[in-house]
């Protein structure tokens, strides 16, 4: 069983599109996180939630928006996608202190 | 705030060899420090994490890094390279009072025949 899942693997659409990528951990994990990883294969941290709660909220468009139904699931929407969206997204799961663990990214390109 | 430092972005290694990657963190308060590899294509594998206790830790792939308080260091090392060792390794820095996991640059490791 895959412990954090993100659909789908490869997104590629328009520029001005909305899109939703989801993520699942079965780990039983408290908090949830989405990475931002660019081209350098820099890697930002974007959003955090623990027990669905919004803990982290860093300096992003807020064109980006996630929702956390579940402590299970963290689901990212991005709405009127732009060319510079295009990067990997990230998924993570955490339960202190064991660090995170990472899904396998989403590939975001907006053409 | 924190921070992560990895001293150079790529490093090339004969098979066999030593290999070193070097970090260097900032934090407020005591942290929690991890080391991650990326494969091509793939998501982040936690390779080892430091959190409390024995400064010296050992991980999966025969990694160890140690933590160094009075250098604020965080150095990750491996006796014998093998080419399965060709990756992205990032250091990461959590402190022990915040979620926030923020991660270095990486570093790109090559591994020659």
């Known amino acids: 069983d895959t412990a954090v899942s993100q659909t789908p693997k490869y997104l590629v659409t328009q520029m001005g599109n909305d899109k939703s990528i989801k993520c699942e951990q079965n780990?039983?994990?408290?908090?949830m996180y989405w990475y931002k990883q660019d081209s350098k294969k820099f890697l930002k941290i974007m959003f955090s939630?623990?027990?669905?709660?919004?803990?982290i909220n860093e300096t992003v468009p807020n064109r980006f928006s996630p929702k956390s139904p579940d402590k299970a699931h963290l689901n990212l929407h991005i709405n009127s996608l732009e060319l510079g969206d295009s990067a990997v997204y990230f998924c993570?799961?955490?339960?202190?202190?064991?660090?995170?663990?990472f899904g396998q990214g989403t590939r975001l390109t907006v053409v | 705030a924190q921070s992560v430092t990895q001293l150079g972005s790529h490093v090339s290694v004969s098979e066999g060899a030593l290999v070193l990657l070097r970090c260097n963190y900032s934090s407020s308060v005591p942290p929690y420090l991890f080391w991650y590899v990326q494969y091509p294509n793939q998501g982040l594998q936690l390779l080892l994490k430091?959190?409390?206790?024995?400064?010296l830790v050992k991980g999966i792939n025969g990694f160890e890094a140690e933590f160094k308080k009075s250098e604020t260091s965080f150095h990750l090392t491996k006796p014998s390279a093998h080419m399965s060792d060709a990756a992205e390794y990032f250091c990461a820095v959590r402190p022990s009072n915040d979620y926030k996991l923020s991660f270095g640059a990486g570093t790109t490791v090559t591994v020659r025949a």
């Open positions: 993570a799961s955490s339960q202190e202190p064991l660090g995170a663990f």
């Open positions: 780990l039983g994990h408290d908090t």
């Open positions: 430091y959190t409390t206790g024995a400064t």
């Open positions: 939630y623990n027990n669905k709660e919004l803990i």
